[in-house]
């Protein structure tokens, strides 16, 4: 088999806040969310089968089948997908085995390699897209009760979601700004379930880690001033203060 370059549809999902849940927990996780995903598909009309999946530890990217109608990824997917995480977190009596999730959407050519595997650019949008500050920061804010946070691609979102295809509502779409390690880049984030009141902040990788307090400002009011002052003859007078020193000489008259 020789390398085919094609046009897919890839959608990333990543599990929220899975660190420090421990082995048995993220197997567990893993295992459920690869469970509903696949059903989510199969609801969609997606062949399963005929997509390819590849681990991300706590997650999964899926290249769909060449020919894929993208709007399906979209609706009804990702609201199948939300309605079977909710299922599935109802009936979990331990915070370590409810699962919410960040889902991102692009699409792009693709190079499927002789031993089958998927490379090539997109997967590095669809990368950033799926850890992209406005995603976090939505599943974050939103009630427990929300299971899905969606950011997808400007590209994805002209093709499928401004068109108003059955089933979408552009009007449940935002338009964010990101910038993350080499990628400056307009998305569009959508919450099923729950409209936020306010529009996740763009922000940038650096602004996320590098945020400090700002720093005090010296305080240079007049109660908080002390000056002394000396003269020595000769017209000098030496003035001392307690933050900014002034000296004024004058001539004799």
């Given amino acids: ?9 890839v959608l990333a999902v990543d599990i929220e806040k899975s660190s420090g849940r421990g082995n048995v927990a993220l197997l567990r996780n893993r295992d459920a969310l690869r469970t509903m995903l696949g059903e989510a598909f199969r609801r969609s009309g997606i062949d399963w089968d005929a997509c390819v999946r590849d681990d991300l530890g706590d997650g999964l990217r899926v290249t769909a089948p060449a020919m894929t109608q993208k709007a399906s990824l979209v609706h009804p997917l990702v609201q199948e997908l939300a309605h079977l995480l909710r299922e599935h ?8 085995t409810r699962i919410r999730v960040r889902v991102a ?21 669809l990368a950033r897209l799926l850890d992209a500050p406005p995603a ?8 427990e009760t929300v299971p899905v946070s969606l ?9 499928t979601v401004r068109h108003g295809y059955p089933g979408i509502d552009p009007a449940a779409f935002r338009k964010v700004g990101f910038t993350l390690k080499e990628l400056t880049a307009d998305a569009w984030l959508h919450t099923p379930g729950w409209t936020p009141t306010q529009e996740p902040e763009a922000e940038t990788e650096t602004e996320v880690s590098t945020k400090k307090p700002a720093a005090k400002k010296r305080d240079r009011s007049q109660g908080n001033t002390k000056m002394v002052n000396k003269a020595s003859g000769n017209g000098v007078i030496y003035a001392t203060q307690n933050g900014d020193q002034h000296i004024r000489i004058t001539g004799r008259p």
């Fill in 136 to 143: 976090r920061t939505a599943l974050a804010r939103a009630p």
């Fill in 151 to 159: 950011l997808m691609s400007q590209h994805f979102y002209d093709e």
């Fill in 105 to 125: 959407l692009h699409a792009g050519e693709v190079c499927r390699t002789p031993s089958g595997e998927i490379a090539g650019s997109p997967l590095e949008i």
């Fill in 89 to 96: 977190n109802r009936s979990q009596s331990h915070p370590t």
């Fill in 1 to 9: 088999m020789e390398a085919q370059w094609e046009y897919r549809a």
